[in-house]
Structure formats: C-alpha cells, structure tokens
C-alpha cells in the first residue's frame, strides 16, 4: 500500500491520519530525494508522475495534523527543492507549515504579515489568498476573512472550493440565505455534485427551523430542501445522506399537515401534495432500512458508509416506529 | 481470477505456437516433396494448402487466446452517473479494485468531497488540536 494515498488529507478518519503519517519516513526513504526535470534524467530514470506531488502535498497535511512535523519538514524540502521557492502552491505550503508550528498568536501575527507582504507583490496569488482568508478565519476575524474571501471571488468567481467556503463562512454567522445563495454558486459550477445538493438541502432545513422565520418562508425552505434531496438521491444511488434529509423533511411536512400553501407564481418551489409526500417518505424509509440492514450486517459491497451515519439512520428509524409499538 | 485467465492465455499461446510450427513444418516437407518429385518426373504438382488441422489448431487457439484476455480484465465501471455515484457511496473503495484485489490508482472517493472539506482553506491549527484529543481519548481508553 502508497502510504500517502491521493485522496486529500482532510478526508482521512484520525486513525486513517495517523497510520499515513507513522508510515511517512518509509515513503520518504523509498522515493528519490531529489527529482531533476531535466530531460537526461527522464531518459535515464523515467519520466517524473505528477501524482508524486500530489502525495507529498497530502503528506505535508496529514503530518502536520498528527504533530509529525519532522517528515512535514522533510517532504517540504523535496517540493521546495523541485519548484522554487517563489511557486504560488509552494508559497501556501511553507506558510502552511509556519501555521501550524506558531505556538502563540504573535506568531501567527507574523505568518499573516508574511501573507500580506506576498500579496502585495502578486495580489493574484490565489493559493496564498486562501491561505490568508483561512488563517483570518482560524483566528477569529470572519467578518474580515468574509470580505477577502469575496474580494477574491470577484476577480476568480468559477472558484467552486471559495464558494463553498463562503457559504461555511456565513453559515457560521446565522446569515442563512447569504449562505444558501454561495453554495448555489457551487452547484452552477458543479451541476451533478450529489453531495452539494444534499448540502443545500441541510442549509434550506437549518434555514426553516432557524428561531423567528416566518411562515411562508418556512415553508418555501421546506419545499426547496425536499427538492434538493430529491435531486441528491437522483444522482446518486443509495444516498444515505440524501434518503436521510428526505425522510427528514417529508416526516416533518406530514407532521405539520396539510396546510394550504399559495401558489408560486411560476419560479418558486411550491410543497408537494400530502400523497406525493407519503410516497416519498414510504421510500426514504424503505431504502434507509435497506442501507441499515445490509450495511450492520457487513453485507458484501455494502461497506461504504461511515459508522456514525448508520448509527444516525438507525436512530431515524427508530424514532419512526416507536409509536406504532405502544 | 487472475490465476485462470492466465493459464488459458499461455495454453492458447502454446497452441498457436505449436500451429505455427506445423505450418513450417509442413511448408519445409512440401518444398523438400516438390523438389523430389521434380527431379524425378516432371509432372507439375498441385500447389497444396495447409491441412485443415493446422488451420483448424491456429483459429481455436487465437480464441482461446482471447477469452483468457478477456477473463483477465477488470470489472467494468458503471457508464450511468447515478449508478457510478452510487457504487462509491456504497461501496467505498473496495468497489473498484482489479482483480487481484488492489484499490485502483485513480480511485479517489467522490470527486465533488473537496468541495466540502476544501483543502486550500484547511484551517491547521484546529485540525492539530483536534487530533490531539482524538489521541488523548484513545489512550484514555487504553488506559482504562
């Protein structure tokens, strides 16, 4: 097994992270510690892979998370050596690494600075861009890394990972439909990502139960999410996550009855009838019960799903048949 | 698997190996026949074609050949999005190993994930600190 897999760090479970990182000094060791592109070497030793790189950037990741800041260092080196200091990725890397080293504030004061400086040289320079609005956001400042954050998507809007950054951004401050409208950005530029659609779903859910919204608008947030997980488990079969909100939102529509919703006036999402809701949430169940059972029973091509997931699916359920027992 | 698919496609080689042999070896008889005959009567032979085993032996093992390159490749991948998407979902990666059982290179999850953990803006620090709680619990546990 290639210690540092090309699935980004940020996905790895602590026990996955950990394990990458205890076998990084064997993947240093085996790999060469210096790659020339000079056209001698890629006659002599074969052509350099492009996903080398990337391994070594998810390396940097997983160990600076699990503290493994000496192969951090090491894997550091290799890409400095190879791109230049002044490469805009590198750039990020190395401020990265300074980051996650900074033991106060005043450090990371420093870092900030050193951003700002490379920016004021290059104000294009978009990985350092993004590192500027995280480290802004890590220390507190939102309210500052949100406006820079729009200030780079206005000079780079089909930045799908910026918009979708935005909208975690608002989210975090309560401002639902600033973050519902950022993360509709993301699925303009990414049509068919099922689990965005989800996501819009939970932001359209997260928005109607906020305190103090109003009725129709409650209802408006309903019909769209319902609409969004619909979606989401078109687009993918066997969606936990999407059966989970659809379940979710059609248990709640029924609960609250029938109420008589205005007719849009053409381009607003209006709440499906009381049948179509039933059937829909007849569904959701059904296959939530499918995922359950074959998952817990460690069913052959059935093992995907995150533990935490099927034990939130199961609780779903399990709220679902309660009354019928009594 | 890959054990079966392997042994037919040498089998099938050595057939067709063996075919080929024939076939010159026959070649080799019928010029030495021809040169024979020529020398002692004149009469002009008719020019023969290989016999029907030889050919017969060539076209079986070529398909022989075939069907162990063909038990050999991977599993196909879903064409249809939704079943695609799916088949990650449910399956992880051990849906879409060779046949020997290793996760595939370009495996990768699903694609659209860095959307929501999105790398560029990964915030360190608080990644560090939550590990190191991940690790302290353990020991806790450990411990106990």
Redesign the interface.
Same mark, same amino acid.
């Given at each position: 097994m290639a210690p540092p897999t090309l699935l980004p760090a940020s996905q790895l479970s602590p026990a996955d992270a950990l394990a990458v990182a205890q076998q990084a000094p064997a993947f240093l060791r085996s790999s060469p510690a210096t790659v020339s592109s000079s056209p001698l070497n890629t006659l002599l030793y074969g052509s350099e892979k492009s996903e080398l790189w990337l391994q070594y950037e998810n390396l940097i990741l997983t160990c600076l998370r699990t503290g493994d800041d000496t192969a951090a260092h090491a894997a550091l080196r290799r890409v400095v050596s190879r791109f230049g200091d002044d490469n805009e990725r590198v750039q990020a890397l190395q401020g990265l690494v300074k980051e996650a080293e900074a033991q106060n504030d005043g450090e990371l004061e420093k870092v900030l600075k050193e951003y700002n400086q490379i920016l004021s040289v290059n104000d294009t320079n978009i990985p350092v861009a993004k590192r500027r609005i995280a480290l802004l956001r890590s220390l507190g400042r939102v309210s500052e890394a949100a406006s820079a954050l729009v200030q780079l998507l206005d000079f780079s809007p089909t930045d799908s990972e910026a918009w979708s950054e935005l909208s975690d951004i608002y989210l975090s401050q309560g401002l639902y439909s600033q973050a519902i409208y950022a993360i509709e950005e993301v699925l303009v530029l990414a049509p068919n990502a099922w689990n965005i659609h989800a996501r819009l779903g939970e932001l359209q859910f997260m928005a109607a139960t906020a305190p103090g919204v109003a009725n129709g608008s409650y209802q408006q947030y309903l019909a769209e999410a319902i609409k969004r997980f619909s979606r989401s488990v078109e687009l993918c079969d066997d969606y936990l996550r999407g059966y989970y909100g659809l379940k979710l939102i059609s248990k709640r529509l029924l609960a609250d009855g029938s109420k008589p919703t205005k007719q849009g006036d053409g381009n607003e999402f209006v709440v499906p009838d009381t049948n179509t809701l039933e059937r829909l949430n007849e569904l959701a169940t059904a296959k939530l019960a499918e995922i359950v059972r074959r998952s817990s029973t460690k069913e052959r091509g059935w093992g995907g799903y995150s533990d935490t997931e099927i034990a939130a699916a199961r609780e779903l359920l399990a709220e679902d048949e309660s009354p019928i027992k009594r | 698997m890959t054990l079966l698919s392997k042994t037919i496609t040498t089998f099938g080689s050595l057939f067709l190996a063996h075919a080929c042999y024939s076939a010159r070896e026959h070649a080799a008889l019928q010029s030495l026949r021809a040169a024979t005959s020529a020398s002692l009567t004149s009469s002009p032979t008719a020019a023969s074609s290989l016999p029907i085993d030889i050919v017969i032996e060539t076209i079986v093992s070529t398909f022989i050949i075939l069907l162990g390159l063909v038990l050999g490749t991977r599993p196909l991948r879903p064409l249809e999005? !939704?079943?695609w998407?799916?088949? $990650?979902?449910?399956?992880?990666? *051990?849906?879409f190993t060779d046949n020997s059982g290793v996760v595939d290179?370009?495996y990768?999850?699903?694609p659209?994930?860095?959307?929501?953990? !999105?790398?560029?803006?990964?915030? $360190?620090?608080?990644?560090?600190r *939550?590990?190191?709680k991940?690790?302290q619990e353990g020991s806790g546990k450990q411990g106990q």
């Open positions: - | 999005w !939704r079943v998407a799916g088949k $990650i979902e449910r399956e992880g990666e *051990q849906g290179k370009d990768m999850g699903n659209f994930a860095v959307l929501e953990s !999105r790398p560029n803006f990964v915030d $360190i620090r608080k990644q560090r *939550q590990f190191a991940w690790v």
